[in-house]
């Protein structure tokens, strides 16, 4: 079953014929990845665990990427391990308390079932610890009881950590009877056993009072143990008889999240922090950053090839995966295929397929053929991440295309290849004498419907600055007058379905105007997330569902085939076809929206949160799936 939001509910689909639909990846290749692993049986074999996105599998050592089931789609991942013992196996960590934290797959992550000891029990989604002399030894840290299996994990018990909590288990990897513990205790955070968890001692000398959230233990010096308190790396080379602090060179509150071991190598460690990847060749010593080529995404956690010492994988938090052959001082991506980015809005030409544009979480990506995409940055980027409010293609010339976000418009002449901003005229003296001193703004903007020279803008504005919620240009841009009577509010979505048509969205309204933006009337009142309209009807995307007008926005009813399910993006054909994405995959309908057909075969992602119509294909953007497209039934 897959993890529903609370405010989602079953689809209820009036058509009980299937539409088969043959949806094709698209990409863009890359997402947020918490954890990589690798089989150590089979170097070819690896895994990325990706923030609603499910868990990835590579066959070909990185080279391409497969999601070889959904059972975890939409689940916050943190963690994903191969089982040392049986490699097949997976094991997961699920950020959701109050639910079951861990998971496992015992068929290469085709297939994933919750693990529970008892029937009232959940572990938490802190990472298991296996013994290396005996991978079926495996302890799973939680607050209050904790768990072992002597069995890989068929059977459980439970036990205590005397007055503490543990977040983190470390297993000797010469004896498995020497066990770590680390958490929060009343008196001692840290505590150890050499009878297998009979019996524990405190074993945090020089540890502060503060959380263990961390241990590790290299394979060939079972007397070193690394510990992680809060942000601080500290170290132990005496079985836990004593500890000294590790200077990682974090500065204030920046985050330690991972710290990985090179297994050919026990004084390698990899650190992943807040100030970017660590590495220590001196059993943390001394550390330098290292990760050229992951830019400034956050890595949590690298994995090592089995075989080949200084072959190095890396999962970030915006751009995917990662391999690096020197070591991981520099790294080149490896993502092809693994498309589980988070999907914010789609933009494409009417007429065409190409080019597509889509908004993700971690910047504005253009496609030009099937599966190739293109970041933009210049002259759009700001920051860390380039975002715009939208794109809008010109209605009499295919490669003239407009972008616009907050104050600033640009143009491309290219289908969207280079771009120019396009200036923006100031107020004149004799407006600002009047008390106009605020220009258009560009949350929203739309070409008429009719004329090309025609373009309406609208966004925040202030009336004690004579700005207005719409500016309306005849010539292309040159010039602008305020327009826009009637509306209240900040305008952040604008249409022109028809000729002097516009239809504007507010915070919380929907309006409509058929005289040019002049003057507006209120047609529906509530928060919208999408629009789609016509010369006659208009279809909205709600928290409530969809709903839809066939008068001009006169009079409404709720599309009677989707109820009580949020809708978050909505399209409408040329032949008036009507598609819709909610929680629970696309939808259409040839009716006007009183039927509607799944068009859900083959998506294993169906948290749909953008559509859009280019060409002859249909394109959907879902959170944590990047973008998957079809042909338009």
Same mark, same amino acid.
């Given at each position: 079953m897959r993890f529903a939001l609370a405010l989602a509910t079953a689809l209820l689909i009036t058509l009980t014929t299937p539409l088969l639909a043959a949806w094709r990846a698209e990409g863009p290749w890359l997402g947020t990845v918490v954890d990589v692993a690798s089989d150590p049986a089979n170097p070819n074999v690896l895994y990325a665990a990706t923030s609603s996105g499910g868990v990835w599998r590579s066959d070909d050592g990185g080279q391409h990427w497969i999601l070889p089931g959904d059972d975890l789609v939409s689940r916050p991942l943190v963690w994903i391990a191969v089982d040392p013992g049986t490699p097949s196996t997976l094991w997961a960590g699920i950020d959701n308390p109050g639910h079951a934290g861990l998971w496992r797959s015992l068929d290469h992550g085709k297939s994933w079932n919750p693990v529970r000891p008892e029937k009232a029990s959940y572990i938490l989604d802190q990472p298991?610890?296996?013994?290396?002399?005996?991978?079926?030894?495996?302890?799973?840290?939680?607050?209050?009881?904790?768990?072992?299996?002597?069995?890989?994990?068929?059977?459980?018990?439970?036990f205590r950590v005397p007055d503490q909590d543990a977040y983190a288990f470390a297993i000797d990897p010469k004896n498995p009877k020497i066990v770590y513990a680390g958490g929060r205790g009343t008196q001692h955070h840290l505590r150890r056993s050499t009878d297998g968890g009979k019996t524990w001692k405190p074993a945090d000398n020089g540890l502060p009072d503060r959380s263990i959230k961390l241990l590790a233990i290299p394979r060939e010096r079972p007397e070193t143990i690394y510990a992680v308190a809060s942000n601080q790396l500290f170290r132990s080379t005496n079985a836990g008889e004593s500890w000294s602090e590790l200077d990682l060179g974090l500065q204030g509150t920046e985050k330690l999240f991972s710290l990985d071991l090179d297994p050919h190598d026990p004084s390698t460690l990899f650190a992943g922090t807040e100030n970017g990847l660590r590495r220590s060749t001196d059993g943390g010593e001394t550390w330098t950053t290292v990760g050229g080529g992951l830019d400034n995404w956050y890595c949590k956690g690298v994995a090592f090839h089995p075989k080949t010492k200084g072959v190095v994988y890396a999962g970030t938090t915006g751009k995917g995966?990662? #391999?690096?052959?020197?070591?991981?001082?520099t790294f080149q991506p490896m993502s092809t295929g693994l498309g589980a980015g988070w999907t914010e809005k789609l933009w494409a030409s009417p007429g065409a397929a190409a080019p597509l544009f889509a908004q993700l979480g971690v910047g504005l990506f253009r496609e030009d053929a099937p599966g190739t995409w293109t970041e933009l940055e210049a002259p759009f980027a700001s920051g860390d991440k380039t975002e715009i409010d939208g794109i809008v293609f010109d209605r009499q010339s295919p490669k003239r295309l407009y972008a616009h976000q907050n104050a600033k418009w640009w143009r491309s002449e290219d289908a969207g290849r280079s771009w120019q901003q396009i200036e923006v005229p100031e107020p004149g003296m004799r407006d600002m004498m009047r008390g106009k001193i605020q220009g258009p703004e560009f949350d929203g903007l739309a070409q008429d419907a009719g004329d090309p020279k025609i373009f309406y803008a609208g966004g925040s504005w202030s009336k004690d600055m004579?700005?207005?919620?719409?500016n309306r240009s005849t010539n292309g841009g040159k010039k602008w007058e305020a327009a826009g009577s009637g509306i209240t509010g900040s305008v952040r979505m604008l249409r022109s379905p028809a000729p002097g048509v516009v239809i504007a969205v507010t915070g919380?309204?929907?309006? #409509?105007?058929?005289?040019?933006?002049?003057?507006?009337?209120?047609?529906?009142?509530?928060?919208?997330?999408?629009?789609?309209?016509?010369?006659?009807h208009i279809y909205v995307a709600t928290k409530q569902g969809l709903y839809r007008s066939s008068d001009s926005g006169a009079t409404w009813s709720r599309a009677p085939g989707i109820k009580e399910d949020e809708v978050e993006a909505v399209a409408l054909a040329a032949n008036g076809k009507v598609f819709c994405g909610t929680f629970d995959g696309v939808f259409m309908s040839a009716d006007e929206g009183s039927t509607w057909t799944?068009?859900?075969e083959g998506l294993m992602n169906t948290d749909v949160r953008a559509l859009a119509i280019g060409g002859s294909r249909l394109y959907a953007g879902f959170a944590g799936g990047s973008v998957q497209s079809m042909e338009l039934p």
């Open positions: 298991l610890a296996f013994a290396a002399s005996n991978p079926s030894i495996i302890y799973a840290p939680s607050t209050n009881l904790h768990y072992r299996s002597a069995d890989g994990g068929k059977t459980w018990e439970s995966f990662f #391999r690096s052959t020197d070591g991981g001082e004579g700005g207005a919620p719409i919380k309204d929907v309006y #409509r105007s058929s005289d040019g933006a002049k003057t507006f009337t209120l047609v529906r009142s509530g928060e919208i997330k999408d629009l789609a309209a016509d010369a006659t799944a068009l859900n």
